[in-house]
């Protein structure tokens, strides 16, 4: 074949391959689902995202569901273990760090078998509360909603083991009342820091990790009331209000010392919502529905909102 054939036939090629290309139908993502059902009777309330799953907790039995966000479709990833599962956070190794609530406890649980990794006994004191968890790039950090206490545990590629635990007492502007108390967490934004809010309160606190020491954060008289799980995005703090059906949204300064209440989200679909989830610009809630008294078919939600 001559050279001008050979182009000839190239350029023939190359012509159909892209008439296919432009009359072939365009793949295209599924869009988020705007509402998760979860198993009656689940009595969700902690919510973690990796990727395109969501992970959720039960307040009632210790189980853990999980559902694809494009899909809806879920299952039940771990079965009651005798202790709520509350506020949780996976890490970058598939390991899903859970409050345990009045058992006093923190359990890993393997994000692909539902294997309970390992579990960590904080206290054995009574009333406890352990009620969410942070991560840093060093520890996990879960609050006691009823003791001034934040329980630390090591990360790292392999995990902590039970006797590397600490307890870190609050102190400093920390004034412990006789209800509901230490209950969402968050790092600062120049991650040197965590934020606590305090739900009987509605007060926000920075507190250094190391001391215990907590300050509270001036957010320009605005409260935190019924403040449940926090989110940090940047410099942006959401902070479910779970009572009151809706999610501050509290603009900060880096060293998280200072914040202004930029805005706030409010859904029909809110139903006592607890915990707050982020993939890309959507925000997911499941509804604890602590208004409504649960029976084994009461149904159970989770709903998607947007960032503005």
């Excluded at 890993?108 to 309970?116: L, P, S, W």
């Excluded at 001391?211 to 959401?238: E, F, I, K, P, Q």
């Amino acid at each position: 074949m001559t050279p001008t054939a050979l182009r000839r036939s190239a350029l023939v090629l190359l012509t159909a391959l892209l008439a296919t290309l432009l009359t072939a139908p365009v793949a295209q993502a599924r869009p988020p689902r705007d509402r998760l059902p979860l198993p009656d009777g689940f009595q969700p309330e902690g919510i973690a995202i990796s990727g395109h799953r969501a992970y959720f907790g039960s307040r009632a039995t210790g189980a853990i569901y999980t559902a694809d966000l494009r899909t809806g479709t879920g299952r039940v990833l771990s079965k009651a273990v005798g202790s709520p599962s509350l506020g949780m956070k996976v890490d970058g190794h598939g390991r899903l760090f859970v409050a345990g609530g009045t058992g006093g406890d923190g359990r890993v649980v393997d994000t692909r078998t539902g294997k309970v990794l390992r579990t960590y006994q904080f206290t054995d004191a009574r009333p406890t509360f352990v009620n969410d968890v942070v991560l840093t790039p060093r520890a996990a950090y879960f609050t006691d909603s009823t003791n001034p206490e934040l329980y630390r545990v090591p990360l790292g590629r392999r995990l902590a083991r039970p006797k590397q635990v600490t307890g870190i007492s609050l102190g400093g502007a920390w004034k412990q009342t006789a209800d509901l108390n230490a209950n969402g967490i968050a790092r600062t934004p120049d991650g040197r820091a965590l934020l606590v809010v305090q739900t009987s309160t509605g007060f926000l606190f920075r507190v250094d990790p190391a001391t215990g020491v907590a300050r509270r954060v001036h957010l320009g008289g605005a409260l935190l009331t019924d403040g449940d799980g926090l989110l940090l995005h940047r410099r942006t703090l959401y902070a479910v209000q779970n009572q009151l059906d809706r999610v501050a949204v509290v603009h900060l300064n880096g060293a998280g010392t200072r914040g202004r209440l930029v805005d706030t989200i409010r859904s029909r679909h809110f139903d006592v919502p607890t915990t707050i989830a982020r993939t890309g610009r959507s925000l997911y809630l499941p509804n604890a529905r602590f208004t409504t008294p649960p029976t084994s078919s009461t149904t159970y939600s989770a709903f998607r909102v947007s960032t503005r």
